[in-house]
């Protein structure tokens, strides 16, 4: 009896097994995004829409419905602040796939998908970076890979959740948060609808003596409780602050609730050297493990209040 039992469990165990964050998949998303051949997805070039269309591929397996406003993407122009260049104005995009629960509010999960390009945007740490590969991996391959690995979870594990899921990958962050902040000023989806937002950005560079940074933590006051006997195969502190230099700011500007996952700076930061050879991916699937629970965790509560850091 006891077998028959175990015979009846194992197809659940198996697919709880498969949906759990993989290391294997987190590293062939970020060996794609990051190769040589998408020249460092710079906003404007076309290896930047080649990876809008992964996003967009991934997407639509997992059977989220488009949320753009034209299917999948969000359109939007960008515009190169940081140095002159002829190419000044270009055209950008956010990716958005939904997960519809037919729930009132939804979570909001991102992270951006445009790196450096070829050095010729700003922002390099290369002394001379002008037509050097910057193949972003962990800038931000790595958040991509994660945003990717969440969709997957939720859209296939057979719940119907409480709250709705919009899983966006956005453009031109590294241009100034142009395409969060594009989202929140022209939303697909009312921004009152919003419980909270989830950020990963550079997420692949795991240090066991320092830990996984989870910013946001004092947006809510409902935080504290969310994170209340959490732990994982990782370690992570938290931090107060919802502003920063990535795309959960933009939300958090417009009153909503953060939550920021960064493993840290490195040498590699915006230099050609961001490889994807570095990505830690074991370490990388114990993270969005924990988010996994934090997501889980916050779920069970109503629409979180929104606290301003002071």
Known sequence: MKFIFFLLLTPFFLQAQNLAPSAERISRHVQ??????????????????KAAQYVIKQ???LGLAPLG???????????????????????ANNVLGFLDNNAPYTIVIG?????????RQGSSKAPQPEGQIHNGADDNASGVAGLLELARYFSQNAVKEPYNFLFIAFGAEELG?????YFVNNPTLPLEKINFMTNMDMIGRYNSGRGVGIGGYGTSDAWPDVFKDVTGEVKFFTDR???????HG????????????????????????????????????GIL????KLIEKAMKLPKLNFTEVK
């Open 32 to 49: 794609y995004l990051a190769s040589d051949r998408m020249k460092g997805r710079g906003t404007g070039s076309r290896e930047n829409e």
């Open 59 to 61: 997407f639509r397996k």
């Open 69 to 91: 406003t034209h299917g999948y993407q969000q359109p939007f122009t960008a515009r190169v602040r940081r140095v002159v260049v002829p190419d000044s104005l270009r055209p």
């Open 111 to 119: 992270a951006h998908f445009d790196h450096l390009g070829m050095g």
């Open 177 to 181: 948060l142009q395409g969060s902040r």
């Open 241 to 247: 602050a919802g502003s920063g230099g990535s795309d």
């Open 250 to 285: 933009s939300f958090y500007a417009k009153n909503i609730p953060v939550l920021f996952f960064h493993t840290g700076g490195h040498d590699d930061y915006h230099t050609p050297t961001d490889d994807a050879d570095k990505v830690v991916a074991e370490a990388e699937a």
């Open 289 to 292: 493990a924990i988010e996994i």
